[in-house]
């Protein structure tokens, strides 16, 4: 499967612990996302990388989250002090232009 | 602002019906608009793009600016479509604005 990848699918954690999820997009995509989804909404943007540059930030992601993507390839978010607010999808996606392609989601419950 | 709504959480027809999801938009540029689809237990994939004025699995989309409206079509619905459609709004930064998501039932 050469599709974005997203590790771990699940993660349940207690309310105060960090928590850092990792997104492989499609090899030759430059461009990076990452998404947000609550229960019936759509996915919300968080923030998106061209290349290793992070280009935007939503005011949604907090200063208890951060994203790095150190060598233009992988990405990891990170999330601080984890409060149960944050129980949601955190979707990632890649592309070279235009259409994006999404990964699977990581499903964070915080307890 | 930008925005993009989506007026139907829930959508149920039966098979062999006429579908239209609607979507509306907000956005002071030239908007490039599509459809995405998500299937039960599968990712989010892209169904169609209006830029490319095509038909995708039976279904077509059309801009309309006048009314910021970009409804999805299907002159007759199948079982297979049964699924959650997001209308979404791509900006000059390529920041992707989501609907909320309309849940299309066809009814066998």
């Known amino acids: 499967d050469t599709g974005v990848s997203q590790d771990p699918r699940h993660k349940i954690t207690k309310r105060g612990q960090n928590v850092t999820f990792r997104c492989d997009p499609i090899s030759e995509h430059n461009r990076l996302y990452w998404y947000r989804q609550t229960l019936g909404q759509g996915p919300e943007f968080l923030t998106y990388f061209q290349n290793e540059a992070q280009l935007e930030k939503s005011r949604l992601l907090s200063d208890r989250f951060s994203a790095e993507r150190p060598k233009g390839s992988f990405s990891t978010l990170e999330i601080q002090r984890t409060e149960q607010g944050d129980s949601a999808m955190y979707l990632c996606a890649s592309s070279r232009s235009g259409e994006q392609y999404f990964g699977p989601g990581t499903r964070l419950t915080v307890t | 602002a930008q925005r993009v709504t989506q007026p139907e959480k829930l959508l149920s027809v039966f098979k062999g019906a006429p579908v239209e999801l609607k979507c509306n938009y907000s956005?002071?540029?030239?908007?490039?608009l599509f459809w995405y689809v998500q299937y039960s237990r599968q990712r989010l994939q892209l169904l169609l793009r209006?830029?490319s004025r095509e038909s995708i699995k039976g279904f077509t989309a059309d801009l309309n600016k006048g009314e910021t409206s970009f409804h999805l079509k299907k002159p007759f619905a199948q079982e297979e479509d049964s699924a959650m459609y997001y209308c979404a709004l791509i900006t000059s930064y390529d920041k992707v604005i989501f609907g909320p998501g309309t849940s299309l039932s066809v009814i066998p």
């Open positions: 956005y002071s540029g030239s908007p490039e």
């Open positions: 209006h830029i």
